[in-house]
């Protein structure tokens, strides 16, 4: 039994590293994608999971397959495609450590994951199955995430998401919303930024935004708010829970680490999702925050993932 599966995509971000002797701007070849940040990040934390996604059969996408095996994630789900090439998103980074996305993506291998692709006993042999929404944006990889939410469902996984806007792959935010909200009622545990709270419910403040979530059927939400940590909702309350002060190096991976960690921390509590209270969210989301603040010290995504013993250490 696999703690967490994810689909979705895994990537190449080329990071901003300063410039060369030259003057030219310098890029990082770092491995992520939100799905698989998520995974890695629960990996470090000793949890067993799988990835489904598409990469192209090229030098990145090599590289990816790579690392997403040296972190000893399943990957039976992991197709090399040699007719698309594997996604690119080149990630600059202002003074405080924020980024900005560009794509290389058209298209991308990981758009190009089909329904015949899915690894159906992979699915059926997972705790947690968890989705963003950049699968969504282009046929087939958005026929392909229905068709693997479907079967998640009917073997009772608990249902994971985080939308993970990224406003350049989409042809319009009332596009975004729509295939965004489309994949709500298959969710128990929702994550979404404060950003992305208008996108995803007829709201803009997360505590209006969370309530309708929750009452469209979800079991807990979670909005982040940065550095301000997170809101969190279930049926019988909700609050702030605050982060840990860091001064951050590289956000990229920040949402995800924290969401691996939330995850971890639901897994372990054994609870199902009927009897969560705000308290048991509450310390899921501690967990997080602690998680994330540790990631958000080091540069890239999944290289930033930190190790158990140092989240532990910092909750001590």
């Known amino acids: 039994m696999f703690s967490v599966t994810a689909l979705g995509e895994v990537l190449i971000d080329f990071t901003d590293s300063g410039d060369s002797a030259n003057g030219q701007k310098l890029f990082e070849r770092n491995p992520g ?24 059969k090229d030098m990145h996408g090599d590289f990816l397959r790579q690392t997403i095996e040296d972190n000893n994630i399943d990957c039976t789900g992991l197709i090399s495609d040699p007719n698309f090439f594997t996604t690119l998103a080149f990630v600059a980074l202002d003074e405080s450590g924020d980024r900005s996305f560009s794509f290389a993506r058209k298209p991308g291998a990981d758009t190009q994951l089909t329904a015949e692709d899915l690894p159906v006993d992979v699915i059926k042999n997972s705790k947690v199955f968890h989705v963003g929404s950049l699968s969504l944006t282009d046929e087939p990889a958005r026929s392909a995430t229905i068709a693997a939410l479907k079967i998640a469902k009917d073997a009772g996984a608990v249902m994971s998401y985080d939308p993970n806007y990224r406003d350049s792959l989409w042809t319009g935010a009332d596009v975004a919303s729509a295939q965004m909200r489309s994949i709500l009622p298959y969710m128990n545990l929702i994550k979404i930024s404060a950003e992305e709270c208008p996108l995803v419910t007829d709201f803009d403040k997360p505590e209006d935004a969370a309530k309708a979530l929750l009452d469209g059927g979800a079991s807990v939400v979670v909005v982040t ?17 605050g982060s840990f002060r860091v001064e951050a190096v590289d956000t990229t991976g920040a949402g995800d680490s924290f969401w691996g960690g939330f995850l971890a921390a639901f897994c372990e ?16 989301a501690r967990f997080g925050n602690a998680v994330a ?24």
């Open 225 to 241: 708010l940065d550095a301000d940590g997170a809101y969190v909702a279930t049926k019988d309350g909700a609050g702030l829970v």
């Open 269 to 284: 509590s054994g609870k199902a999702l009927a009897d969560l209270t705000f308290e048991d969210a509450a310390a899921f």
């Open 293 to 316: 603040s540790l990631c958000v010290r080091k540069r890239g995504a999944i290289p930033a993932m930190p190790e158990r013993e140092a989240v532990e250490a910092l909750l001590a």
């Open 33 to 56: 994608g939100a799905p698989a940040n998520v995974l890695v990040a629960l990996q470090k934390l000793g949890h067993q999971t799988a990835f489904i996604g598409k990469v192209g």
